[in-house]
């Protein structure tokens, strides 16, 4: 057994006792009710969802974790759907080319189950190089390599889909498969071998659609409103484009939302006419949207955590009220409850050395600006049917 194995096992084990400490937290609720003043309940009231991103750890780890009781209780009371924010990839899941490992996605899944939470697979494919595990990019493929890759993604999809069944009812089946710098697609070694980037995508869907065919299937992908994103929204378009005349089972456009805010150089407001363009052309084609992992990078804000958490919360407000617009909207999920787990930290740190504060709770797990701005936005749409 590795000891990433026993390390999750300990995790389940830990479930009840996480669950009874969270339940005890102020503010946290019954399993599967929401809080009566939580962001699920603003967004149920509109037919719609509310949710985050979650993490494995062993008990009590203070990371943003199910098994952390601070974080479960901001789970609890705000959340009605949740997503693995790493447990589920390729990189999580397949230590080689022969095994697959699930123990800390399964301990992920059973503390959802037991909180009534439902559960996003993301994702089936992380269509990047760099974010393949390292056997497959390096991996002997032989002498029929397209049958040979088909195979590997054909059971990859497969055994994740069957082994979750209808517990899993909406997943990113391609994550970023767009080059933002030239709107070509990536290629893999896996797309190599199956004879293009194109195929790839195609069969990933076609076999996900026959794994699952309850799910929603999602292309999830960053593309944003900010300026320098034109590029990167045109591949999104030709590629959707592309799935509808090969008729490949794509059923929604993922919009991460990682925002950026623009200072006093760029108002909201004169991002939305490209931004509006950008969502009527894939919702005119069909697609649903979903918005799969929120949050706002605090850039050109000075570092006074008041203006920042203002200029925050008006930019969030401002981008959720025109996708609220959208009835072919339901889910909203954000990476991260709280800017103490938040990955952008890490990711793109401020020039100045102020910690970044992009999520809706603060690193003390207070609420913030931006998480009422959520819910202005929530109380604010027009109820979905």
């Known amino acids: 057994m590795t000891m990433a194995r026993r390390d999750a096992l300990a995790a389940l084990a830990g479930v009840a006792a996480t669950t009874c400490a969270a339940a005890a937290t102020p503010g946290a609720m019954r399993a599967g009710a929401g809080s009566a003043d939580g962001l699920n309940a603003l967004a149920a009231a509109k037919g719609r969802r509310f949710g985050s991103c979650v993490a494995w750890s062993p008990p009590a780890a203070n990371r943003g974790s199910f098994a952390n009781p601070a974080y479960a209780a901001l789970l609890t009371r705000d959340c009605g759907l949740l997503v693995a924010e790493n447990e589920m990839k390729w990189r999580a899941l397949r230590p080689s080319a022969t095994r697959f490992d699930f123990a800390r996605f399964d301990a992920i899944m059973a503390w959802a189950t037991a909180h009534g939470l439902p559960v996003r697979g993301h994702n089936l494919l992380w269509h990047q190089p760099k974010w393949m595990p390292a056997w497959e990019e390096t991996h002997d493929f032989g002498a029929r390599p397209a049958i040979a890759a088909a195979a590997l993604l054909t059971e990859h999809v497969t055994t994740v889909c069957r082994r979750y069944g209808t517990r ?49 299937l999602v292309y999830n992908d960053y593309m944003s409103w900010e300026p320098d994103n034109a590029r990167h929204r045109a591949g999104v378009l030709t590629l959707l484009e592309g799935f509808r005349a090969r008729g490949v089972p794509v059923d929604a456009l993922g919009v ?35 918005i799969t992992e929120l949050d706002v990078r605090d850039n050109r804000l000075p570092a006074d955590p008041i203006v920042r958490d203002r200029g925050v919360a008006d930019y969030t407000r401002a981008y959720l009220d025109i996708m609220l617009a959208y009835p072919r909207l339901r889910d909203i999920l954000v990476w991260g409850m709280t800017d103490r787990y938040s ?43």
């Open 256 to 290: 991460q939302s990682h925002l950026v805010t623009q200072g006093t150089g760029m108002s909201a407001a004169a991002l939305e006419p490209e931004w509006r363009r950008f969502l009527d052309a894939v919702t005119a084609m069909g697609y649903d949207l979903v």
């Open 343 to 385: 990955w952008i930290e890490g990711f793109e740190p401020r020039k100045d050395g102020v910690r970044r504060r992009p999520c809706p709770y603060d690193d003390r797990f207070a609420p913030k600006p931006m998480r009422a701005a959520i819910a202005a936005a929530l109380t604010a749409a027009p109820a979905r049917a």
């Open 168 to 216: 899993i009812a909406s997943y990113d089946v391609v994550n970023e498969a767009v080059d933002p710098a030239d709107a070509t697609l990536y290629q893999t070694a896996l797309s190599r071998a199956l004879g293009g980037a194109a195929p790839t995508l195609d069969l990933a869907f076609h076999t996900a659609r026959r794994a699952a065919p309850h799910a929603q």
